[in-house]
């Protein structure tokens, strides 16, 4: 007997099958999709294979002409048309996104889906604006041009799912490629349902693809694909070096935006306050972000008042059921990434770390907001990503002792530094290995800008002019001028 190829989560219907080609398509086996909130199975989702991956390639490559030919101008329609329907069904997205991932509705609602809306107008309109001055060499014209490079395989994590993955899909589909999206297993439902709104919008079909599965499963046979030109990944170091092997047999060319271990400095001279708040935003998202600061390097001589206000505002945090408005902090993910939590947080307690605060699981998916200190340098809790509500301290007492710790890791995605002298701002930014530093800030992020890791949090950079350097195939054409003689 057929399954039932829908579901129905937070009153809103989700197709459960992949989109292939302009249609659903099942597999035999499925797997379940859970929700960090209680547990509950929400959807049984088609669980993709070499066979579904060879498939949405195929679908892609076919795809792939017709698109890249759509002039510019049309193309930006239709993504801005997508951009409409994602602000449309913006209340269910989110709401569907936070029973998948249990990250805040009021985030979703207010900050991640008008982001995702965003993705494609911003990617459609700099595409039109996309252009590189022409310069002439001994007479000659230098032009210039971005060519679409071809089927794009996009795979990315659990963490912000939309998000990240428009954040692909947009500049993919704008710079001419077509593209499969593989989401994560643990959160793969908006990605179905912007499936239906491109459709709705007009894209055609095949130019825009969604496969699911477990990565180990389909993974392989979309990275080593023979017709795929570009892969864009988001997700942790051990995978993306996986897929860079994967990847090698055809010499794809990758984008890679992985972990981090970030740190965030607090010198004397800062405001306090706005370096607590910094400090405490990190537990955002549970503690699941890539870019979150989780080193924070206090200076010495304000260290104790730090942490007495960082304690209080802390225990203002209310950490509950992600879909109350009221709620600071939400479950995490999956009981296996609360292990792997707990894991890092009980090897640390074993090798001497103190807990400030937290230091423990709570009832269901929630683990306590953590801080830790009297921890090493060269300890397992300040070199890895835990990826959980959990921050360490550490104290310096120079300012070249603090880059010092801020830089030895093996990760450079971000920094975040609080002081309130502008010329140290500038000395300690220079000196620090990340793709991204704030100062004085946290997490603006203009889609303009370059985003990636240094290290081994990433290869390449997105955003911008940068997005379409990835999926484009940049051209340089130069032309004589009229009646040149080459040989002359
Ligand atoms: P992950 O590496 O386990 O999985 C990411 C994606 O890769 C999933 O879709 C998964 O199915 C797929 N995958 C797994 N094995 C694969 C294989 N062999 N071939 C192809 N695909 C495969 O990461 P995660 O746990 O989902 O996400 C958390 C990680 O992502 C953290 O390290 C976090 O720092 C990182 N992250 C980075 C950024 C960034 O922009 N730098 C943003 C968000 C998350």
Request: charged share 20%; net charge negative; with cysteine.
């Amino acid at each position: 007997m057929a399954r039932e190829p829908e579901a129905t989560v937070g009153g809103v219907a989700v197709d459960t099958r992949h989109w292939i080609g302009g249609e659903r398509v099942d597999s035999a086996e499925t797997f379940a999709d859970v929700s960090p909130i209680d547990g509950r199975v929400l959807a049984e989702i088609a669980r993709g294979t070499g066979t579904e991956a060879a498939a949405a390639v195929a679908a892609a490559k076919t795809a792939f002409p017709a698109w890249a030919a759509t002039p510019p101008a049309e193309r930006a329609r239709l993504l801005h048309a997508i951009a409409d329907g994602v602000e449309q069904r913006l209340e269910e997205l989110a709401l569907v996104e936070t029973h998948d991932n249990g990250a805040l509705l009021r985030s979703h609602r207010r900050g991640v889906m008008p982001r995702v809306a965003h993705n494609f107008r911003f990617f459609a309109d700099w595409l039109l604006g996309l252009a590189h001055e022409d310069f002439e060499t001994r007479g000659h014209r230098n032009h210039v041009s971005w060519d679409p490079a071809g089927p794009s395989v996009l795979i990315t994590p659990w963490n912000a799912p939309l998000m990240l993955a428009t954040w692909k899909i947009a500049p993919a589909l704008a710079a001419g490629n077509s593209v499969v999206l593989k989401p994560a297993e643990w959160s793969p439902l908006t990605a179905s349902l912007l499936a239906d709104i491109a459709a709705e919008a007009g894209l055609p079909a095949g130019v825009f693809n969604v496969v699911q599965g477990y990565g180990t499963e389909i993974g392989d046979a979309l990275t080593s694909h023979p017709d795929v030109r570009r892969i864009s990944f988001t997700g942790s170091v051990p995978t993306a070096k996986r897929i860079a092997a994967s990847a090698a047999a055809n010499l794809t060319p990758l984008s890679l935006e992985l972990g981090g271990k970030s740190p965030l400095l607090v010198f004397a001279d800062a405001d306090l306050d706005l370096a607590v708040q910094l400090a405490v935003e990190q537990y955002d998202n549970a503690g699941q972000v890539c870019l979150a600061g989780t080193r924070l390097l206090v200076e010495d001589s304000v260290a104790a008042e730090f942490t007495r206000r960082f304690v209080d505002k802390a225990a203002a945090l209310k950490q509950g059921d992600p879909r109350d408005e009221a709620t600071d902090i939400g479950p995490n993910i999956h009981a296996r990434q609360l292990d792997k939590i707990d894991g890092f947080v009980r090897r640390a307690l074993d090798s001497g770390a103190r807990a400030v605060i937290g230091g423990h699981r709570q009832d269901g998916l929630y683990y306590a907001p953590t801080l830790l200190t009297d921890v090493a340098q060269d300890s397992e809790i300040v070199q890895e990503e835990v990826f959980g509500p959990v921050l360490t301290l550490q104290t310096f007492v120079t300012e070249d002792e603090a880059v010092a710790l801020a830089n030895d890791t093996r990760f450079g995605l971000a920094a975040t530094l609080a002081t309130g002298d502008p010329e140290r701002a500038e000395r300690v930014t220079a000196k620090l290995v990340a793709g991204t530093v704030w100062v004085n800030c946290f997490f603006v992020r203009d889609l303009k800008a370059p985003f990636g890791g240094s290290r081994q949090s990433g290869v390449g950079r997105e955003g911008g002019t940068w997005s379409f350097d990835f999926y484009c195939d940049v051209k340089n054409t130069v032309t004589a001028p009229k009646g040149w003689l080459s040989h002359g």
